[in-house]
């Protein structure tokens, strides 16, 4: 889709494959990810589908990024993982301010074709009009182009349509959710060795049917060092655990140093 002349750099960017590095917030705790967002990651992804983020904690959270991002070293964006595809979802999103939005469990190319509508104003696609926030960043006329939109594969369905769901307009990239995507391969739980083969090859083709068209892929990572290898390995955007893990994970940390 053709972007405007003032495409926002986040848009610009995941486009042009240019490499996105960023961090996921499942907690409503603006003041924390205020915190998150000058760190200087590329974006903030808050999720709204298992992430503790009523709509109240979607905004909150999003003005903190906003807020944080102001003081950062780059231009860290708040982007949104979607509860569903649904418009009614994507729309509160889109409305209170998120730059781009991930779609989860997309099974098939009518699957992506519905996110596209969902995500677009008329003639493209079926949201309402009710800009709210999203206005302050980009107008309605530029939305349909500026506004990207990521599908998830993570399903065995999504991964044996990769090809027809990448290739909708409309559909900006792919986003692999690892971990759902190794149960629909058959493992027990979330990094079953048992699965690593089939979960290689799976990313393999994920990768080449967006390269196919000329689309960025992204994946969820459990760290820095993953998120380093994973676009060495030719992905394109790389997100870095969360909130909620790392704090735990750090505070863990500290008491063990502690009791030793």
């Known amino acids: 889709m053709p972007a405007s002349p003032a495409t926002p750099e986040f848009a610009r960017k995941l486009?042009?494959?240019?490499?996105?590095?960023?961090?996921?917030?499942?907690?409503d705790s603006p003041a924390s990810t205020e915190r998150l967002a000058r760190v200087g990651y590329d974006y903030v992804c808050l999720d709204q589908q298992h992430g503790l983020l009523g709509y109240d904690g979607l905004l909150r959270g999003l003005m903190a990024v906003d807020a944080g991002a102001r003081l950062g070293p780059v231009e860290t964006v708040g982007i949104v993982r979607v509860a569903a595809n649904d418009l009614t979802w994507i729309g509160h999103?889109?409305?209170?301010?998120?730059?781009?939005?991930?779609?989860?469990?997309?099974?098939?190319?009518?699957?992506?074709?519905?996110?596209?509508?969902?995500?677009?104003?008329?003639?493209?696609?079926?949201?309402?009009?009710?800009?709210?926030?999203?206005?302050?960043?980009?107008?309605?006329?530029?939305?349909?182009?500026?506004?990207?939109?990521?599908?998830?594969v993570e399903t065995a369905g999504g991964l044996a349509n990769v090809e027809e769901i990448v290739a909708i307009d409309g559909v900006d990239g792919l986003y692999v959710g690892p971990s759902d995507l190794s149960l629909a391969l058959g493992a027990s739980y979330p990094g079953d060795p048992a699965v690593d083969e089939?979960?290689?090859?799976?990313?393999?083709?994920?990768?080449?049917?967006?390269?196919?068209?000329?689309?960025?892929?992204?994946?969820?990572?459990?760290?820095g060092e993953v998120a380093r290898r994973r676009l060495a390995e030719g992905f394109d955007v790389v997100t870095v655990s969360g909130d909620l893990v790392h704090l735990e994970e750090v505070a863990s940390a500290h008491l063990g140093v502690v009791r030793r």
């Not at 080449?208 to 760290?223: E, F, L, M, N």
């Open 15 to 27: 486009r042009t494959r240019e490499p996105l590095v960023g961090y996921w917030v499942v907690l």
């Open 93 to 152: 999103a889109l409305d209170a301010g998120a730059a781009a939005v991930i779609v989860p469990l997309v099974d098939s190319a009518d699957d992506a074709r519905l996110a596209v509508q969902n995500t677009k104003y008329p003639p493209l696609g079926r949201r309402s009009y009710g800009p709210m926030r999203a206005q302050l960043r980009i107008e309605m006329e530029a939305s349909n182009a500026d506004v990207p939109l990521l599908v998830m």
């Open 198 to 223: 089939a979960l290689d090859a799976a990313l393999e083709r994920i990768k080449a049917a967006a390269r196919a068209v000329g689309k960025p892929v992204g994946i969820h990572t459990p760290s």
